[in-house]
């Protein structure tokens, strides 16, 4: 695998966002929420108060639903300050231009921008259509100009294209990478070519669903109802034209004509988009469409993405990793087309591509399709001066760890370890998460199938990848960025340190779903905060914030976003942080652990406790939980706990407890209330 490496990135805390339509204001927003300075331009006061109005609602909302206390929310809005005078901007560190698709309005208001910010102040477009080198032709300095296309809701939907020009230095591009995280976006980076990656493949859908009507094979219900079907999605194409808006479609899917004649805009779509009226749409379910019917839709629809996918693949616009994360966060689609083109094998995907496309325009068939074309990357290593950087980088899945991300993770931390110059590993997460667990879906299907050996063995290497890192001679720093559940928090336990940002989240939540930690979780554990918690954790699946995991002893350090930027930057070296001795809990963890160290578990589940020393509210409160688990599960786990077992003595109870009922109903009914019966 590639070795990146780590350049030198700018510290961001004041943004400017200019025009405060409908997205500058979703991105004030966001940056506002995020902790950032942000400062609203537009080019009159009424366009700020009618951005500034939109935010204000969007909070008073989530007041209303509760998602956010107003103390909050006043807070955010806050921290933004509208202006009609753009030289405002000039104490920002990044700027991001958010006006409307107009190519001579935005290299004029980037002209405007060079000559007011700092010269190392980040410039970034937001725009969707038009080439990022192009528009830096028009900023002084153009290595720090860089695109960052965001997505619709940019309030809500994470997703964030990340596009260097011809000219964006390194440090721009490392810059924008990490403002994207602080940002609270998921990133994906991509080549400089027109429609970038999503709106490469995204709109031509949009533009494939208008030719099979405008050809009469069917009706704009049916189309939908069956994209809805088969893309795992909400809305179908017509009823997303209408929510996006229609002209918008048609201008986007011009600009990508340059590809050749299967981007051709539909007669069609140009028609509706120049009565400015919707689609007029009725109800139709899947079930109702002619199974004929049906079959062109799905052949036409999967067709034309996998040709586009293919060629942004021969173009090296991204890797596959990237479009899968552009359709399923940006899009909300169930699977990626890299992913369904793996389902599918090469000989259906090329059948499907050249019924749908190269039989139909006389193209050629792109290169990269086939399984070689179509490997994923979600383990990523960065190496600078001393310090290697190991991303897991799946954030579409919460960062899960199945097959590929151990094996990947097996390569990269040997890649990393060997590497004469390094001294210090830092182990880290994408997006919301640095491992929320293992992917449920590999052990479901195991166990339909009744190969629990499938799941022994992936244990077995998980387990030794694991120990590696545990017994590494570098300096293993593990840095929370987020939710740290089951097999994260295991790997988590590798480290020499453990560094947790304040928002991150920890929890055992083995034994609510019938299982119970079987990769160190028993026994790492116990070494940081002895028995007695150690089952509280695992027993319970008990919750906790970074900063009462970091009174227990559990995470080492809480630290703020900004001494993570000196960590990740180089700026500050892992090797000044330690891991501390275990800190004396306060009085709530330890009347917990005199519980747990004084009573067996089951005892606790199903007898009612109350000792003298330890308030009726926390037994009773611990006894609530217990009886929420499953038994075999606890049994196991204070069986392995109580006897400090090792990876051995762990993965001797594997083909047990995922051969279990309660196993089975807890892994298939996530986030449902179940009532398990001990067998």
């Known amino acids: 695998m590639e070795q990146l490496i780590i350049h030198t990135m700018k510290k961001i805390k004041t943004v400017g966002v200019v025009g405060a339509g409908t997205m500058g204001s979703a991105l004030a927003q966001k940056f506002a929420q995020e902790g950032f300075t942000v400062i609203l331009a537009d080019r009159e006061m009424k366009f700020i108060e009618k951005g500034l109005a939109l935010i204000r609602k969007f909070f008073d909302e989530a007041v209303e639903k509760n998602v956010l206390p107003k103390e909050k929310t006043d807070a955010f809005f806050n921290n933004i300050r509208g202006t009609t005078n753009s030289t405002d901007l000039a104490i920002c560190d990044l700027v991001v231009e958010a006006i409307f698709e107009d190519f001579q309005a935005k290299t004029g208001l980037l002209e405007t921008l060079s000559g007011i910010v700092s010269r190392d102040a980040v410039i970034a477009t937001n725009t969707s259509s038009f080439s990022v080198t192009e528009l830096s032709e028009h900023v002084s300095f153009p290595e720090r100009f860089v695109g960052l296309h965001f997505f619709y809701h940019a309030a809500k939907n994470r997703l964030v294209e990340i596009i260097p020009g011809e000219k964006t230095s390194a440090e721009t591009l490392a810059t924008a990478k990490f403002f994207a995280m602080q940002a609270g976006k998921d990133a994906i980076v991509c080549a400089d070519a027109y429609g970038f990656v999503v709106n490469r ?60 004649e299967p981007y051709a805009v539909s007669a069609k779509l140009k028609q509706q988009a120049e009565t400015q009226r919707l689609w007029e749409l009725g109800a139709v379910s ?65 059948r499907l591509i050249e019924k749908a496309v190269t039989a139909v325009y006389g193209v050629k068939m792109p290169r990269s399709v086939g399984p070689d074309f179509w490997k994923t990357e979600f383990v990523l290593l960065e190496i600078k001066h001393g310090t290697a950087l190991i991303t897991i980088n799946r954030p579409e899945d919460l960062n899960a760890l199945n097959e590929t991300v151990i094996a990947q993770l097996d390569e990269q931390f040997g890649l990393a370890e060997k590497h004469p110059a390094v001294r210090n590993i830092v182990i880290t997460g994408s ?5 929320a667990g293992a992917d449920i879906r590999f052990f479901v299907k195991n166990m339909q199938n009744s190969a629990q050996e499938n799941i022994v063995a992936f244990t077995q290497y998980a387990q030794r990848v694991f120990q590696h890192i545990d017994a590494s001679p570098k300096k293993v720093v593990v840095l929370l960025n987020g939710l740290a559940f089951g097999g994260g928090l295991e790997l988590a336990l590798c480290g020499d340190v453990i560094l947790a940002l304040p928002s991150a989240k920890i929890a055992f939540p083995e034994t609510g779903i019938g299982i119970y930690p079987a990769l160190g979780g028993t026994f790492r554990t116990t070494r940081r905060v002895g028995k007695g918690l150690t089952k509280y954790l695992v027993c319970t699946g008990a919750l906790l914030g970074a900063p009462e995991a970091e009174k227990i002893g559990l995470v080492d350090q809480v630290i703020r976003m900004d001494e993570m930027f000196d960590l990740l930057s180089g700026a500050v070296s892992p090797e000044t942080y330690t891991s501390e001795k275990r800190q004396t809990a306060n009085s709530k963890y330890q009347l917990i652990e005199q519980l747990f160290d004084q009573f067996p578990v089951d005892k606790l589940r199903t007898e009612t406790v109350n000792p003298p020393t330890v308030p009726v509210e926390i037994s009773t409160e611990i006894q609530i939980k217990l009886r929420q688990k499953a038994p075999v599960a606890l049994q196991i786990s204070e069986r392995l706990i109580d006897a400090n077992s090792g990876d051995k003595e762990v993965l001797s109870e594997v083909a047990t407890i995922f051969s279990t009922a309660d196993a089975y109903l807890g892994l298939t009914s996530i986030g449902k209330s179940v009532q398990y019966q001990g067998k």
């Open 201 to 260: 493949f995204f709109v031509p859908w949009l533009n494939e669903a208008v030719k099979i009507l405008e050809e009469g094979h069917a009706g704009k219900e049916e189309i939908d109802a069956v994209c809805m079907n088969l893309f795992g999605i909400g809305m179908g194409p017509f009823a997303l034209m209408n929510a996006t808006g229609i002209p918008v479609a048609y201008h986007a899917q011009k600009t990508l004509e340059v590809f050749g």
């Open 431 to 435: 997006g919301k998460a640095f491992v």
């Open 286 to 350: 899947a079930a109702q469409v002619d199974p004929g019917a049906e079959k062109m839709i799905r052949e036409r629809m999967l067709g034309i993405i996998f040709f586009i996918a293919a060629q942004i693949l021969d173009e090296k616009i991204c890797t596959p990793a990237a479009i899968n994360r552009g359709a399923r966060i940006g899009l909300k689609w169930r699977k990626g087309p890299v992913d369904m083109m793996k389902e599918m094998g090469e000989p259906e995907v090329k």
